[in-house]
């Protein structure tokens, strides 16, 4: 049976108060969060579950009207805040102070850098490098509801109570292979990243939209800001206000005539009620753009299929990865090795090299694709038994690849 976890409840503003005023000169501090998210603009945090150095707590995020000072401490001072599979809660902190968790170490992502499956869940991972076990069963829980069972808060405080274990053996095996700096840059990287989906429009990534001219991107675009600001209001997911597949037919139509949607099949089910208005303006306003005012014509990504070389080449990446120790899934895709080949036989042109010859990915892969174009690289059966059967074979000197 699970020992129990000991730990204190804070449900005022002023225990919250004193409970970051007396971890003030924590070293560490590892947090995770329970929220509810179905068919909301935003998730709804419900508890906040943390662990420094010396205590253990629940945040009862809903028994607490502001909880802001919390997020105020993580981003200050000089500890090493630890999460697992930390989007939300790097979001949660973002939005309300605009800045990022002090020195985030996401223990999901900084694993992928010492070979494990990426995304690991946390019990893997705790099972995987600490040999011990986490409780599951309250996944469907409802964390809005109050009370809570002590069986909820335990299962709860389990996702935090291995984080600093996590956290010391991967960081010292990253050391050792020398890629704690790589797992920094991508860590700067994947938060520089949300950060953007939080601060710019991303009309760009409504789908089907890649076959539409600058007229109808710009429609588009007007339409993704209504949407997403009719979404805010009601607290709503945005595709339940206007679904993507219909923003991109308004954008083809180009009426901004309120019968004439009414003449789009479904349209009236479809489309939350009441913004008929708003979605005539946004279509209006985008048609009385001027041409310099419209957004570039998005670049159509060819099909590189590049048939039995495609292949071969995924699976030199992935040889090449586990040899390196290293998760391929963090690497990069089987498309981004296809780009990238493509990218080196001229085939493909970009704005920019693809990501593969970039950063610390360069010192995987930097060299792999010209030794594989150039006949360098032979992959034979190692060890049929073995969980890595297949073994690369150097036909010529590889050179350097990354330490």
Not at 24 to 43: A, C, K, L, M
Not at 262 to 268: D, M, N, P
Not at 315 to 321: D, K, Q
Request: proline share 4%; glycine share 6%.
């Amino acid at each position: 049976m699970t020992e129990e976890i000991s730990y204190q409840t804070i449900t005022s503003a002023k225990e919250l108060s004193l409970f970051c005023e007396r971890n003030q000169g924590s070293r560490y501090v590892g947090f995770d969060t329970e929220f509810v998210s179905e068919n909301r603009y935003r998730p709804e945090l419900c508890l906040i579950q943390v662990a420094t150095d010396s205590e253990i707590a629940i945040i009862d995020t809903l028994a607490i009207e502001d909880v802001g000072e919390f997020w105020q401490w993580l981003v200050r001072g000089s500890h090493i805040t630890v999460a697992h599979a930390a989007r939300e809660e790097f979001l949660f902190c973002f939005r309300d102070c605009h800045q990022q968790p002090k020195k985030l170490f996401d223990v999901q992502l900084a694993a992928a850098f010492i070979g494990l499956d990426y995304p690991a869940s946390y019990s893997n991972l705790v099972s995987q490098l600490l040999g011990s076990y986490v409780a599951k069963g309250e996944t469907r829980t409802d964390w809005r509801r109050r009370p809570l069972t002590d069986r909820q808060l335990q299962y709860a405080l389990f996702d935090v109570v291995h984080l600093r274990d996590l956290y010391e053996v991967i960081e010292g095996r990253l050391k050792q292979l020398k890629r704690l700096a790589w797992y920094i840059d991508e860590v700067d990287l994947w938060m520089e990243e949300l950060v953007k989906t939080e601060t710019e429009p991303q009309w760009q990534r409504v789908s089907g939209i890649t076959s539409l001219n600058t007229r109808e991107l710009a429609i588009v675009r007007e339409l993704w800001i209504c949407r997403d600001a009719e979404a805010a209001r009601r607290n709503r997911a945005p595709k339940r206000v206007i679904p993507d597949d219909l923003i991109v037919e308004l954008a083809k139509r180009g009426s901004s005539s309120v019968s004439s949607f009414k003449a789009i099949r479904g349209f009236e089910n479809r489309v939350t009620r009441g913004i008929s208005r708003e979605i005539s303006e946004a279509i209006e306003k985008a048609n009385g753009m001027a041409k310099s005012e419209l957004p570039r014509k998005l670049p159509r990504g060819k099909s590189m299929n590049l048939g039995l070389l495609g292949q071969f080449l995924s699976t030199a990446l992935t040889v090449v990865c586990r040899d390196q120790q290293i998760s391929p899934a963090i690497v990069g895709t089987a498309s981004d090795v296809r780009k990238m080949a493509a990218w080196r036989l001229g085939l493909l042109k970009m704005d920019e090299p693809p990501s593969l010859v970039q950063g610390w990915r360069a010192e995987i892969v930097g060299q792999l694709i010209d030794q594989v174009l150039n006949g360098a690289i032979a992959i034979r059966v190692g060890d049929p038994k073995s969980d890595t059967p297949l073994v690369i074979e150097y036909l010529s000197d590889p050179g350097t690849m990354g330490e």
